[in-house]
């Protein structure tokens, strides 16, 4: 009975001992690789894979579609999927901040309900809280433009900064134009902000209170609208999370999230070229050897006999 037990605390120690093999069994589950192939692979028992399994679908990132069969969820993201010990968990990204300004076609804005936050020379702007789509702070720049702040929100997917957008846009023209009479330029909108951060618990002792890493990326950030002008950069500090890296370019972003899953793939790859280098050598030193005497035979042919 002894003997059970400790071969039972043995095998607990081994699955802990594979932080990665979440992601791994994750990305060939998602490129159709059945599990039996899938142990074979990462050298670990069927008995050992089907924990991996259970505990990934316990938690909603796989289905069992039939017999050896299981399917990722489409709402899984694996770029986004990173390990913590022997738990696979999604890195928490946040919407850190969304600003969009649009210029005024007509009207004046009238009403008592908004606030003054700050009295510049020849400059009075005015502030608005709403609670729609999230929560949203207009301002009102004079009567010139108005900005957009969106609330700070957690997301799941990058494309949801680009609806989030759209829908902030649209809501605006409908909302001034009904409730004050006034146009909005919406085909002129601009994001001129945005923060996007991920947190990184792994990293969070390299940084101290207070400290802040940025780099020029030294192009323009990806664009949500067609008038949209900002400058790349990307930047580490401790806000909203205590690491975070926070860009304002979602096509940096995209890259950081999928660094994981590439990180994997190279390893795999490294592994695979590893293992094989001794006989793709033999091969091509026989197929060097093959193209000599080939090489000396047909040195030795006369022309006429081909033709």
Known sequence: MGEKRSSNKKEVQI???????????????????????????LNISKSNLQ???????????????????????????????????????????????????????????????????????????????LTNLGGLTLKNNNNKSITIFAKSRNIEKLEEIDNLTFKI????????????????????AQVKNLNIATQDKNSEDMIKKG????????KQAEKILPKDNIKGKSWIDGSPFKFTAETNDKEWKRAYLQMPLMMKQIAQA?????????????????????MEKLDKRLSQTKLSEFI
């Not at 846009?169 to 002129?188: E, I, P, Q, S, W």
């Open 51 to 129: 924990y991996y399994l259970n505990k990934l679908k316990k938690i909603g990132k796989i289905k069992k579609k039939g017999y050896g069969v299981w399917e990722v969820q489409k709402e899984v993201q694996i770029n986004f999927v990173r390990d913590e010990g022997d738990i696979c968990t999604s890195s928490i990204t946040n919407l850190h901040a969304l600003q969009i300004n649009i210029p005024i076609l007509s009207g004046k804005i009238k009403g008592a309900d908004w606030k003054i936050g700050e009295k510049l020379k020849n400059w009075l702007p005015k502030y608005k809280g």
């Open 15 to 41: 699955r802990s001992s594979n932080p990665n093999l979440n992601l791994s069994i994750l990305h060939q589950l998602e490129q159709g690789i059945r599990p039996i192939q899938i142990a074979r692979e």
């Open 270 to 290: 490294t592994h695979y070229i590893s293992q094989n280098y001794a006989s793709h050598v033999r091969l091509v030193e026989k197929a060097s050897k093959v």
């Open 169 to 188: 846009r649209a809501f605006a023209h409908d909302f001034f134009k009904k409730k004050y009479g006034v146009v909005l330029d919406v085909m002129n």
């Open 211 to 218: 400290e802040k890493f940025e780099l020029d990326l030294n």
